[in-house]
């Protein structure tokens, strides 16, 4: 797995789908436990990712950082947000970070045996600023400015593009959401003289929220995969969740996740359970409301 991550970064000669792919996955214990249904729920910090439009229902200045080791093998995802609305508009800033140290550089001797030269390492990072909107009741749009920088041993490369993301609430316990990311498909451009086309996806998911937010059941779809998550609290503070993903051409088995949230006043803590074939990887998520 580290092998493809670094070969398909190292040779960005043509636009593929595995462009930036770090963000595939998405992020946020929360979301990833349901699933990464999300679209249509984006109601913390991270719907910086998930939704721009979620961030009006960041009532509460909120702060939330994440960190977790990607199957245990030395691929480092870490992530931190701020979001403020304040009364029809809101603000959002994130970071997104997936690394990979002390890879090994080899060269062959004249035996062509592989001999140890030294290490290097590979990066991948984001940063969203995001704005939201509320046009009317139940009804918000939000936009995503996203700056991309990725760096393999003494190469780089950049980029930027922008997401468009609506949330909608007829009801009160139902949410419909949209977000159109990667809207220019905009180039990684490489100071090798490489680029890398982004590629466009477009998110659409619904979700429900019942007897007292004490179920929630979301779904989604997108250009990859299909969705699906659900949330209950047995009691007002704890929060059991689980999801699946299932790849749209079928290639795969459906991947199931699992976490739990608990929430203590102006505090709350995330984890989610993400099984691989490689791998899980548990990720945990703290989240301040200020």
């Not at 963000?23 to 699933?35: D, P, T, Y």
């Not at 046009?135 to 991309?148: C, E, H, L, P």
């Not at 949410?175 to 990311?181: E, I, L, T």
């Not at 982004?198 to 299909?226: A, P, Q």
Request: glycine share 10%; net charge positive.
């Amino acid at each position: 797995m580290v092998c493809i991550y670094v070969i398909s970064v190292a040779k960005p000669a043509e636009a593929n789908e595995n462009t930036m792919a770090f963000l595939k996955r998405g992020i946020g214990a929360k979301a990833l436990s349901l699933g990464g249904a999300f679209v249509a729920v984006a109601d913390d910090a991270t719907s910086v990712y998930w939704n721009p439009a979620g961030l009006t229902q960041n009532k509460k200045f909120s702060i939330a950082a994440s960190y977790d080791d990607r199957f245990g093998i030395g691929v480092k995802d870490q992530y931190v947000s701020f979001g403020k609305s304040w009364k029809n508009i809101a603000f959002g800033i994130a970071f997104v970070r997936t690394s990979i140290d002390k890879i090994p550089r080899t060269k062959w001797d004249e035996y062509q045996r592989p001999l140890l030269e030294g290490y290097f390492e590979t990066s991948d990072n984001a940063l969203f600023l995001s704005t939201a909107l509320r046009i009317f009741k139940g009804i918000s749009v939000g936009v995503n400015g996203k700056y991309f920088y990725s760096q393999l041993d003494k190469n780089s490369g950049s980029g930027a593009d922008i997401d468009v993301g609506l949330l909608l609430q007829p009801v009160r316990y139902v949410r419909f959401g949209v977000n159109a990311q990667n809207l220019r498909e905009g180039k990684i451009a490489w100071d090798t003289g490489y680029e890398d086309a982004l590629s466009r996806n477009i998110k659409v998911g619904l979700s429900f929220s019942v007897f007292k937010e004490g179920l929630l059941v979301s779904s989604e779809i997108d250009k990859w995969k299909y969705r699906g998550g659900i949330e209950i609290s047995p009691v007002k503070l704890i929060k059991m969740r689980g999801g699946v993903s299932i790849d749209r051409n079928g290639n795969k088995k459906a991947d199931w996740t699992a976490g739990i949230g608990l929430a203590i006043w102006f505090l709350r803590l995330d984890f989610a359970h993400i099984p691989h074939d490689l791998g899980a990887t548990n990720q945990i998520m703290l989240t301040l409301f200020l």
